[in-house]
């Protein structure tokens, strides 16, 4: 598949959406810089694809980091327009981190396998943040107040026992060719499609924006 067969799976108005700046914005710009700084040793560039409305990109430069944002539209006006599955313009090593949040799910699953050979070589370590099926996502969350406890309870609310292809984008109004949750794509086949290129550093659900899930990977050829 080549770049511009799936610049249509972005939203239509691109324009209109890369003005809009929401809660979840500001909170994963946050978990990224906390997941970088807890797992990430002796980080310095960072790979950014799929900036979006650069809130990411204005926080990790202003803590210091070296910052290359990489996009497949240029309507986000990123440092190089391209694609995850082809970062031949970079060399090995490049980059000690890749953050690809909210990205993947937006190229088929037989082109995965590709980005993340590609991602594991350009950087030492990835935050790969993917979006968890479900329309509605309800929380009980219970937080005592002491100890630092934080106990909470997510439902997602999506049929369980659908398998998709992974080839259609039939997911979020035609942007998602996958998402976590899903027969074949629950985090335990995610992990295994990870397993090649990467050790696992940790993964999570996040508490503050159930959409997500997201991975802290190491990688094995750096």
């Known amino acids: 598949m080549k770049q511009q067969d799936y610049l249509g799976i972005m939203p239509v108005d691109r324009d209109e959406w890369f003005k809009k700046i929401g809660l979840s914005n500001f909170t994963n710009a946050y978990y990224q810089f906390r997941d970088i700084s807890t797992y990430c040793e002796n980080t310095y560039k960072v790979l950014e694809v ?11 430069r202003w803590k210091g980091y ?11 006006h990123p440092d190089v327009v391209g694609s995850v599955h082809d ?4 060399t090995d090593g ?14 088929p699953i037989s082109m995965l396998a590709q980005s993340l050979a590609e991602l594991s070589r350009v950087a030492k ?4 943040y993917l979006p968890v099926a479900g329309n509605r996502h309800s929380q009980v969350r219970v937080i005592p107040g002491f100890r630092g406890l934080d106990i ?10 659908r398998k998709p292809t ?17 027969r074949g794509f629950r985090v335990g086949d995610t992990l295994r499609r990870f397993e090649p290129f990467y050790d696992v550093l940790n993964h999570y659900r996040n508490k503050d924006w159930n959409p ?5 990977l190491k990688s094995k050829h750096l």
């Open 50 to 60: 799929g900036p979006g409305q650069g809130l990411t990109s204005q926080l990790l």
């Open 94 to 107: 490049a980059f000690d981190v890749a953050i690809v949040s909210h990205v993947l799910e937006h190229i």
């Open 212 to 216: 997500s899930y997201n991975f802290v």
């Open 66 to 76: 070296e910052l290359t944002t990489l996009d497949v539209d240029d309507t986000f």
């Open 152 to 161: 909470s309870f997510i439902f997602d609310i999506f049929n369980y026992f």
């Open 166 to 182: 992974g080839e259609e984008a039939i997911f979020c109004q035609g942007q998602h060719y996958w998402e976590i949750g899903y």
């Open 125 to 128: 370590y990835a935050l790969i």
């Open 87 to 90: 970062l031949s313009r970079f």
